[in-house]
């Protein structure tokens, strides 16, 4: 086994990580939206009120999220997941047979790594502004009951009886967490890529270089045997 390649091992062990990390994004990002009854609570707002009854405030939810942005994590987070599988199978060959994948394959590698980093970060962008926007109108609006967005457990909520709230602040950590370190994962892949791209370009200038002074040797060789 190619363990002496240690950009090749490396990019196998990252892919595995990311592998595991996709998990933190569908399953707390599909457990959220389950939850909330097939409702995105990223950019959501509401406000508070007081229960004339029981003299107890509420929140009310006055407009839920764009759905799309919640599916788009659960999306991107199978898409990490896929292929960062491919990737690991893949390279994992290379690395049994103690070799490495062409320039092409090199190139390609490159360009998938920076088009999934580029939605990653756009949906980590996403999840971490949209969810911080629903927790300072749950804490800053004005008759608010909890001082922190941790309480949002404990307070009474107006919504739809089949919304379940529990646990909405634990799902959301865990989906920023799985996002910005899958990020930085797939950065450290790109950058990886670019290496390993750079070498092979390094190598083939090389290449290219000995066959040039190969024709020269062989040239003047020619020229010495004409004239003798």
């Known amino acids: 086994?190619?363990?002496?390649?240690?950009?090749?091992l490396s990019q196998v062990t990252a892919y595995v990580l990311l592998f595991l990390l996709s998990f933190f994004i569908?399953?707390?990002?599909?457990?959220?939206?389950?939850?909330?009854?097939?409702?995105?609570?990223?950019?959501?707002?509401?406000?508070?009120?007081?229960?004339k009854t029981t003299r107890h405030p509420y929140f009310s939810v006055d407009y839920w999220g764009d759905?799309?942005?919640?599916?788009?994590?659960?999306?991107?987070?199978?898409?990490?997941?896929?292929?960062?599988?491919?990737?690991?199978?893949?390279?994992?060959?290379?690395l049994f047979r103690e070799d490495d994948s062409s320039f092409l394959g090199a190139f390609l590698t490159l360009v998938i790594n920076s088009f999934i980093t580029v939605l990653l970060f756009s949906d980590c962008l996403v999840v971490t502004l949209g969810f911080n926007h629903f927790c300072?109108?749950?804490?800053?609006?004005?008759?608010?009951?909890i001082s922190k967005c941790e309480m949002?457990?404990?307070?009474?909520?107006?919504?739809?009886?089949?919304?379940?709230?529990?646990?909405?602040?634990?799902f959301f950590g865990m989906t920023e967490f799985g996002l910005w370190m899958s990020w930085i994962?797939?950065?450290?892949?790109?950058?990886?890529?670019?290496?390993?791209?750079?070498?092979?370009?390094?190598?083939?200038s090389f290449l290219r270089s000995m066959?040039?002074?190969r024709e020269r040797l062989f040239g003047h060789y020619s020229d010495q045997t004409q004239i003798i």
């Open 1 to 8: 086994m190619g363990i002496g390649n240690i950009l090749l």
């Open 26 to 51: 569908i399953v707390p990002s599909g457990v959220n939206l389950n939850n909330f009854d097939g409702n995105c609570a990223l950019f959501a707002t509401g406000t508070w009120h007081e229960n």
């Open 67 to 94: 759905q799309s942005m919640c599916n788009f994590t659960i999306y991107i987070g199978i898409l990490s997941m896929l292929v960062s599988f491919i990737f690991v199978v893949r390279l994992s060959i290379f």
């Open 136 to 145: 300072d109108q749950l804490v800053k609006s004005p008759g608010s009951a």
């Open 152 to 170: 949002a457990d404990l307070i009474q909520w107006d919504v739809d009886p089949l919304i379940v709230t529990s646990g909405m602040v634990v």
């Open 185 to 204: 994962t797939w950065l450290c892949l790109l950058i990886m890529s670019t290496v390993k791209i750079w070498r092979y370009s390094q190598h083939e």
């Open 211 to 213: 066959k040039r002074e």
